[in-house]
């Protein structure tokens, strides 16, 4: 069992940037692939970003490659989502989860736990 709390959200202003953390508490956290999502109002939850379990591998949707970063610090149980460049298409609810599933992890499906998360307004 994990729990996990997000924070770092708000307004910003279009071209502005944020960074999103993702406090984990329960299990050892470097046990489980991380990933972020997004849910924008009427539409499903999507996938954003993804790292392994070392850190060594991330993976992004190409909506946000080149802009987003995701991290981790498992020594501080804490993952991280820096947002640069941001665009009111990115305006949308944040979710941390994490999975102990093997491989790249893209589908909500592969995530039993998640955070409650954190609103993320771009606009002018």
């Known amino acids: 069992q994990v729990q996990l709390v997000e924070s770092g959200g708000g307004l910003v202003q279009p071209g502005g940037s944020l960074r999103l953390s993702c406090a984990a508490s329960?299990?050892?956290?470097?046990?489980?692939?991380m990933g972020w999502f997004r849910q924008a109002p009427g539409k499903e939850r999507e996938f954003v970003a993804t790292?392994?379990?070392?850190?060594?591998?991330?993976n992004y949707v190409g909506a946000v490659k080149g802009r987003f970063t995701i991290s981790r610090d498992n020594a501080k149980n804490t993952a991280y989502l820096q947002m640069n460049s941001l665009k009111p298409e990115d305006t949308a609810v944040y979710y941390c989860a994490v999975g102990d599933a093997p491989g790249v992890l893209v589908r909500t499906s592969s995530y039993p736990y998640w955070g409650q998360g954190t609103q993320v307004t771009v606009s002018s």
């Open positions: 790292i392994s379990r070392s850190g060594g591998t991330t």
């Open positions: 329960g299990r050892t956290f470097s046990s489980y692939v």
